[in-house]
């Protein structure tokens, strides 16, 4: 799932907005900030290369994007992409003899040889619906079944409801943004100027002629503090393109993508198919979270990453939907056998379809001692009941535990400031499942375009945690990935503050992020570069 989405999780009938807050007074960069000095939660990133890594040395990392695609010419981000100098863009030959046609910049597998690529797909529940549809849709109450069918109609009948339940929730949606959107874009033309020309006076001075202007003026009235008319005008036709493409692809059992590819998509052994096309149809995501993990610093252009000597290999399975077990499998080995020392992975879905393959390719990428680090999801739920595909835990058929993968942290979402919303109120969480936090509000970062965005979410944060990797094993590239997952979790700051976490729809309760991760902390710079040089001078003696 492009977790992108979570930002339009609304209370759908009352249609409350998504708001972003003061965005004007918003450090720039916040999450390279420190508490102490700036006053927000940052990790620490600028104070770290001021003082513990000033004038110190390091080599270059290859980050592994598995994302959406990623803007490799975006100018904040073309002198830090991976380039494979073994290959070409465009000759159509296989230079590097590795199966993979012109991959100069890394590769698509939601892709095919002709160019053409998979822009939408399901949710993973809606495929899995509708294969056991044809099993079991005509199932009664007086079929007589053996125990194994019976199991798994009744998790068939599970998948069903929560199925209609999104559905229903994704027309309403749909017909409630679609009004509104009409409403507003009706308002605009007869204002007569630009949305981002639209102040409060234009706004207070329209007389609206119908009930639904009146409710869109009254949210447009809400949200213009928040970041200006033509911010509220791009959050709702956003809002409106997000439920019709749920009812549209997401939900749409009769929509299916994978024949684009073209690949035995049963066969999840089968590692050649797709095609170079890096960027995609939509590459607003995997270029947002590639700038976090290391825009080039300090070159007076848009943003600076979290670390200074990387190389961002892009590989593109993320659809506008969920993505499928066996691409996830083959991203992570290919990202592995170019290199990658840290994967960043900021996507998830509920359910899973081959494990299997994931798990060894998990498996593999640790015998290659990579680092993977993965976004907890933006659910609000928490991932010890409610699981987060793909996970840190191997299984065996029946589900049960056979394992844990020790190169693997899986990343939550924070916010700015040290009060209860501290814990960013769309993270999800969890005791066992959730590592650390990140910071995951209000980040701005690089989009298609050589542009800039602010966006939010659980993919977010992981990016951030990836960068911080990728600058430990920069200047300590003796560290191993699992030494460098410890360092991550040792060396974490752990606020006492109280925060907020829901607990089914309509209750909440009051918890310490100790209760609800592994370490109970924010990622550090400045205390993972020290923890950094204690773990190398124990290994020189």
Same mark, same amino acid.
Do not use: C
């Given at each position: 799932?492009? /977790?992108?989405?979570?930002?339009?999780?609304?209370?759908?009938?009352?249609?409350? /907005?998504?708001?972003?807050?003061?965005?004007?007074?918003?450090?720039?960069?916040?999450?390279?900030?420190?508490?102490?000095?700036?006053?927000?939660?940052?990790?620490?990133?600028?104070?770290?290369?001021?003082?513990?890594?000033?004038?110190?040395?390091?080599?270059?990392?290859?980050?592994? @994007?598995?994302?959406?695609?990623?803007? !490799?010419?975006?100018?904040?981000?073309?002198?830090?992409?991976?380039?494979?100098?073994?290959?070409?863009?465009?000759?159509?030959?296989?230079?590097?003899?590795?199966?993979?046609?012109? #991959?100069?910049?890394?590769?698509?597998?939601?892709?095919?040889?002709?160019?053409?690529?998979?822009?939408?797909?399901?949710?993973?529940?809606?495929?899995?619906?509708?294969?056991?549809?044809?099993?079991?849709?005509?199932?009664?109450?007086?079929?007589?079944?053996?125990?194994?069918?019976?199991?798994?109609? =009744?998790?068939?009948?599970?998948?069903?409801?929560?199925?209609?339940?999104?559905?229903?929730?994704?027309?309403?949606?749909?017909?409630?943004?679609?009004?509104?959107?009409?409403?507003?874009?009706?308002?605009?033309?007869?204002?007569?100027?630009?949305?981002?020309?639209?102040?409060?006076?234009?706004?207070?001075?329209?007389?609206?002629?119908?009930?639904?202007?009146?409710?869109?003026?009254?949210?447009?009235?809400?949200?213009?503090?928040?970041?200006?008319?033509?911010?509220?005008?791009?959050?709702?036709?956003?809002?409106?393109?997000?439920?019709?493409?749920?009812?549209?692809?997401?939900?749409?059992?009769?929509?299916?993508?994978?024949?684009?590819?073209?690949?035995?998509?049963? $066969?999840?052994?089968?590692?050649?198919?797709?095609?170079?096309? !890096?960027?995609?149809?939509?590459?607003?995501?995997?270029?947002?979270?590639?700038?976090?993990?290391?825009?080039?610093?300090?070159?007076?252009?848009?943003?600076?990453?979290?670390?200074?000597?990387?190389?961002?290999?892009? !590989?593109?399975?993320?659809?506008?939907?969920? %993505?499928?077990?066996?691409? @996830?499998?083959? =991203?992570?080995?290919?990202?592995?056998?170019?290199?990658?020392?840290?994967?960043?992975?900021?996507?998830?879905?509920?359910?899973?379809?081959?494990?299997?393959?994931?798990?060894?390719?998990?498996?593999?990428?640790?015998?290659?001692?990579?680092?993977?680090?993965?976004?907890?999801?933006? $659910?609000?739920?928490?991932? $010890?009941? %409610?699981?987060?595909?793909?996970?840190?835990?191997?299984?065996?058929?029946?589900?049960?535990?056979?394992?844990?993968?020790?190169?693997?942290?899986?990343?939550?979402?924070?916010?700015?400031?040290?009060?209860?919303?501290? /814990?960013? #109120?769309?993270?999800?969480?969890?005791?066992?499942? @959730? #590592? !650390?936090?990140?910071?995951? @509000?209000?980040?701005?970062?690089?989009?298609?375009?050589?542009?800039?965005?602010? %966006?939010?979410?659980?993919?977010?944060?992981?990016?951030?945690?990836?960068?911080?990797?990728?600058?430990?094993?920069?200047?300590?590239?003796?560290?191993?990935?699992?030494?460098?997952?410890?360092?991550?979790?040792?060396?974490?700051?752990?606020?006492?503050?109280?925060?907020?976490?829901?607990?089914?729809?309509?209750?909440?309760?009051?918890?310490?992020?100790?209760?609800?991760?592994?370490?109970?902390?924010?990622?550090?710079?400045?205390?993972?570069?020290?923890?950094?040089?204690?773990?190398?001078?124990?290994?020189?003696?």
């Amino acid at each position: 799932m492009n /977790l992108k989405q979570s930002l339009y999780l609304i209370a759908l009938g009352a249609l409350p /907005l998504i708001s972003f807050g003061q965005s004007d007074t918003i450090p720039a960069n916040w999450f390279n900030l420190d508490y102490k000095t700036d006053g927000v939660m940052g990790i620490s990133t600028e104070k770290t290369y001021k003082t513990l890594l000033k004038g110190r040395k390091s080599t270059p990392v290859i980050v592994g @994007v598995l994302d959406g695609g990623v803007d !490799v010419y975006h100018e904040d981000l073309k002198d830090v992409v991976w380039i494979n100098v073994k290959d070409s863009l465009a000759n159509g030959i296989d230079n590097d003899g590795n199966g993979y046609i012109n #991959d100069k910049y890394g590769w698509n597998f939601i892709g095919n040889a002709d160019g053409k690529d998979v822009q939408f797909d399901n949710l993973e529940l809606t495929r899995q619906l509708r294969v056991l549809d044809k099993k079991f849709a005509n199932i009664t109450a007086a079929t007589e079944l053996n125990e194994t069918d019976r199991k798994a109609f =009744a998790s068939y009948q599970k998948m069903l409801a929560k199925y209609k339940n999104k559905l229903e929730e994704a027309k309403m949606g749909q017909f409630s943004y679609d009004a509104l959107k009409r409403n507003i874009y009706a308002v605009v033309r007869e204002i007569g100027k630009k949305p981002e020309d639209i102040t409060q006076e234009d706004i207070d001075n329209f007389k609206a002629t119908t009930n639904t202007q009146r409710i869109a003026l009254a949210y447009a009235k809400d949200e213009i503090n928040n970041g200006g008319f033509a911010k509220f005008f791009d959050d709702i036709t956003e809002g409106a393109k997000y439920f019709n493409n749920q009812v549209d692809y997401h939900l749409n059992k009769a929509y299916d993508s994978r024949p684009i590819v073209g690949d035995n998509y049963e $066969d999840a052994s089968e590692r050649y198919y797709g095609n170079a096309d !890096v960027k995609g149809p939509d590459a607003l995501h995997g270029s947002h979270v590639a700038g976090i993990i290391g825009a080039k610093r300090n070159n007076n252009v848009g943003i600076n990453g979290v670390a200074d000597n990387v190389k961002i290999l892009t !590989v593109r399975l993320v659809p506008d939907g969920d %993505e499928r077990d066996k691409d @996830v499998a083959n =991203a992570i080995r290919y990202a592995a056998d170019n290199g990658a020392k840290v994967l960043n992975m900021s996507f998830g879905k509920s359910y899973a379809y081959n494990k299997q393959a994931v798990d060894d390719a998990i498996k593999y990428a640790e015998s290659k001692d990579v680092l993977m680090v993965h976004a907890a999801g933006n $659910d609000s739920e928490d991932n $010890d009941i %409610e699981p987060n595909f793909p996970m840190k835990y191997y299984t065996d058929v029946k589900g049960d535990t056979t394992g844990i993968a020790n190169a693997w942290i899986t990343v939550g979402a924070t916010g700015l400031y040290l009060d209860n919303e501290l /814990l960013a #109120d769309f993270s999800n969480y969890g005791k066992k499942t @959730v #590592d !650390v936090f990140a910071p995951g @509000v209000h980040i701005n970062s690089t989009v298609p375009d050589s542009k800039y965005k602010e %966006e939010q979410g659980t993919s977010m944060a992981a990016p951030v945690v990836a960068g911080l990797a990728a600058m430990i094993r920069s200047y300590y590239p003796n560290l191993s990935a699992v030494e460098t997952k410890q360092i991550i979790m040792e060396s974490v700051e752990k606020p006492n503050q109280l925060v907020q976490v829901k607990v089914g729809e309509d209750a909440s309760k009051t918890v310490r992020l100790a209760d609800i991760s592994v370490t109970g902390g924010i990622v550090n710079a400045y205390n993972a570069i020290i923890k950094a040089e204690e773990y190398t001078n124990r290994k020189k003696k």
